[in-house]
């Protein structure tokens, strides 16, 4: 099964967005959000809508799975 992590998800947005040279201010006016915005998802206290991560997706050139850091966990239903 797979599971998104909106800590994970936020951790590589900002890892993708640093390779692409962009700070946080530039993130936010690239998606037309507030510095507030970007620096909630930053403390974990936000994370991006659905939009915003299709937005991003194509922005920084990566697949879904990439971008919100999907992960393969095992878990046993029959407990």
Avoid: H
Avoid at 34 to 39: G, H, K, R
Avoid at 51 to 77: A, K
């Amino acid at each position: 099964m797979r599971i998104y992590s909106a800590k994970l998800t936020c951790d590589r947005i900002f890892e993708l967005s640093k390779e692409k040279g962009w700070t946080d201010s530039k993130l936010a006016s690239i998606l037309n959000l507030t510095p507030q915005a970007i620096s909630k998802w930053r403390r974990g206290a936000g994370s991006p809508s659905i939009e915003m991560l299709t937005m991003l997706q194509e922005l920084v050139e990566v697949n879904m799975d990439d971008l919100v850091g999907r992960q393969e966990v095992d878990i046993d239903f029959n407990l």
